[in-house]
C-alpha cells in the first residue's frame, strides 16, 4: 500500500474503495463509499481515520455515493483512448469484489439497502448500483470486464507465468501437514501495519518459517522475543517450536516479524519435492525465461504460511514484496484445506497495453486452489501481476478442516537481498525494493525507497536509490575495503 516514491500516486476512486473494502471488512460498501466521498472529501487517509472511529455504523444513503458507485461500475466504459492516458486501477476485480461484499453487506445492513434517495425506489440497490446503459448519454465502447476460469494447467501455463501441479504431494503427506499446520496455525499472528498513520490489521494470520539455510545469521532464540516482534505464541506451543532469530531485524510486507524453524521433518520432507519439482520446471522454462537462470538451483529456504479461517478472510490484490527475494523471484504455493479462489490480473502500466494501445487490464484470471495443489509462480508474475485470495466467494468445505485454508508459500530468501545488503534509508531502517511499473522511461528498473510510513505510520522520507547503483556501490566497497 505504500505509495511509490518514483512514481505518482494514482489513489482513484477505484483503488481507494478497494482499499477500504480489504481493510474493513466488517462495513457494507455503501457505507465505505458515502465515508470516503462525503465526510472524506475523497480522502482515503482521512476515510480510514473516520472508520476506524469506534462509533462507525449508520450510512445515510447519498446521491454522490450512488453515482459513484455507478460510475465505478460503469467506468468499465472507458474508451481505448481513455485507457491508455489514465490506466485502469484494477476496476475489474474489485467490481467482482463490490458485487459479492454487496450482496453480504445487503443482508448484513438493511439500513444500507434502502434506496429511499432514489428515483427507482422499486430496485433493489444491488441493481441500482449498476451501470445503467439506457441512462448513459453517450454509446461508447464497452471494455469487457471478465474473469476467465482457469483450470486445466495447460490453460493455465498459456495465460500466465504459472505451472500448476494439482495432487502434487502424495496424500498422507499433505494430509499430515495440513493436520500439523492447523495445530500451529493456533498460534500465527495477524499483522498490523500502518496506513496513512493508521494501524490495520490483516483479516488472515500468517507466518515464516525458514530453514537451516536461511541466508540471515540464525541463532536459536532463549529470551523473550524482542520487544517490536507482534507475533506471539502461547507458552505450550512456544516450548515445542524453536523460535529462530536473525542478526538483522526481518521485515515482511513492511512489518518486523519473528521467524520460526528451522524445518520439521514433515516441512522439510515438503520442502525437498518442492524444489525437485521447481527446478526441473525452470530448466524447462529457461529458454522462455532466460533471466530465471543466473542464480543456481531455487532453494526453498523460507516459506511464508497463511491461514484462512472462513469465506470472509483473504488478502488484498498484492504482489510479493521482491526485498529479499530479488527481482525475478519464483514463488511455489502448496494449497492445504478448503478450497479458495485465487485471483490475478496484470498490474496497469505501459506493460499492460498491447502495441496498437489497447488496454489488456480487462482480463482477470481465476484459478480454484484445491487441497493439495502446487502453483509455481515464475518470473515475471511478481513484476507483472498482481493476486489476491477472493473473499466472500462461496466453498465447500473439507473434510479435514470444514472452511479452512492454509497455504505454504515456498521461497528463495537470496543471500544478496539480506537486511546486511539492503540500504538504510534516512530513518534508518531497511528499505524497500520495488520495480517501476508505470513510468515508460524507467520501466522494469528496481529501486530502494523508505518503508516508514507502513512500519511505524510516520512519514516516509525520500531516499531513492536504484538497485544497480546500490550494487555497484556495494562492489566497489567490496574491491576497496576501508
Ligand atoms: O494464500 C495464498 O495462496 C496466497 C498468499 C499470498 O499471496 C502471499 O503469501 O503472498
Ligand atoms: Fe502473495
Known amino acids: 500500500m505504500t505509495s511509490n516514491a518514483s512514481e505518482p500516486n494514482e489513489l482513484d476512486f477505484d483503488f481507494q474503495l478497494a482499499t477500504l473494502l480489504s481493510v474493513f471488512e466488517q462495513h457494507p460498501v455503501e457505507l465505505l463509499c458515502d465515508v470516503l466521498l462525503d465526510q472524506a472529501e475523497g480522502s482515503l487517509e482521512r476515510a480510514i481515520e ?31 483512448a481513455e485507457n491508455k492516458h489514465r490506466p485502469s486501477s484494477g476496476l475489474e476485480p474489485t467490481t467482482t469484489r463490490l458485487q459479492e461484499t454487496r450482496s453480504e453487506s445487503l443482508r448484513n445492513s438493511p439500513k444500507c439497502a434502502t434506496t429511499e434517495d432514489n428515483d427507482n425506489q422499486d430496485l433493489p440497490l444491488a441493481q441500482l448500483l449498476r451501470w445503467n446503459k439506457a441512462a448513459s448519454p453517450t454509446k461508447v465502447p464497452r471494455r469487457v470486464n471478465t474473469v476467465v476460469n482457469l483450470v486445466h494447467p495447460d490453460a493455465i501455463a498459456r495465460q500466465l507465468p504459472c505451472v500448476m501441479i494439482y495432487n502434487f504431494l502424495p496424500k498422507s503427506l499433505a494430509d499430515e501437514l495440513f493436520l500439523n499446520l492447523l495445530q500451529e496455525s493456533r498460534t500465527w499472528p495477524s ?37 517490536h516482534s507482534v507475533d506471539q505464541a502461547t507458552p505450550e506451543i512456544e516450548r515445542d517450536q524453536q523460535s529462530f532469530t536473525s542478526n538483522g531485524d526481518i521485515y515482511f510486507a513492511g512489518r518486523k516479524i519473528r521467524i520460526r524453524g528451522p524445518y520439521n521433518q514433515i516441512l522439510a520432507e515438503t520442502r525437498r519435492r518442492v524444489e ?57 504455493s502448496i494449497s492445504l484445506g478448503v478450497s479458495r479462489q485465487f485471483r490475478i490480473r496484470r498490474i496497469p502500466g505501459p506493460l499492460s497495453t498491447t502495441t496498437s494501445g489497447d488496454s489488456i487490464t480487462g482480463q482477470t484470471f481465476n484459478i480454484s486452489l484445491p487441497h493439495n495443489a502446487l502453483l509455481v509462480m515464475l518470473p515475471p508474475m511478481q513484476e507483472e501481476y498482481q493476486h489476491t485470495i477472493q473473499r466472500h466467494t462461496p466453498m465447500d468445505a473439507h473434510p479435514l478442516s470444514s472452511d479452512t485454508r492454509i497455504s505454504l508459500t515456498f521461497r528463495y530468501y537470496r543471500p544478496e537481498f539480506t537486511p546486511k545488503c539492503t540500504p538504510q534509508c534516512h530513518c534508518g531502517l531497511p528499505c524497500q525494493l520495488r520495480v517501476v511499473t508505470k513510468r515508460e522511461n524507467s520501466l522494469g528498473r528496481y529501486f530502494y525507497f523508505c518503508q516508514a510510513d507502513q512500519q511505524h505510520g510516520k512519514d516516509k522520507c525520500t531516499f531513492f536509490k536504484w538497485l544497480e547503483d546500490h550494487q555497484a556501490d556495494l562492489a566497489s566497497q567490496t574491491n576497496h575495503p576501508s
Not at 196 to 207: A, G, I, K, L, N
Open 276 to 332: 525437485a519439482k521447481v527446478n526441473e520446471i525452470l530448466s524447462e522454462h529457461l529458454s522462455t525465461y532466460p533471466h530465471m537462470s543466473t542464480h543456481g538451483p531455487w532453494l526453498a529456504n523460507a516459506v511464508v504460511a497463511n491461514c484462512y479461517q472462513g469465506s470472509a478472510q483473504g488478502v488484498g490484490w498484492h504482489n510479493d514484496r521482491l526485498t529479499n527475494i530479488g527481482p525475478f523471484p519464483t514463488i511455489a
Open 191 to 227: 499483522y498490523q501495519w500502518y496506513l496513512f498513520e493508521r494501524q490495520v490489521t490483516s483479516p488472515s494470520t500468517s507466518t515464516l518459517y525458514a530453514d537451516h539455510d536461511f541466508p540471515w545469521v540464525i541463532h536459536k532464540e532463549d529470551s523473550n522475543l524482542s520487544e
Open 50 to 80: 473516520l472508520l476506524s472511529a469506534p462509533s462507525v455504523s449508520h450510512v445515510e444513503n447519498s446521491p454522490l455515493r450512488q453515482t459513484r458507485l455507478t460510475q465505478y461500475s460503469g467506468s468499465r466504459q472507458r474508451t481505448t
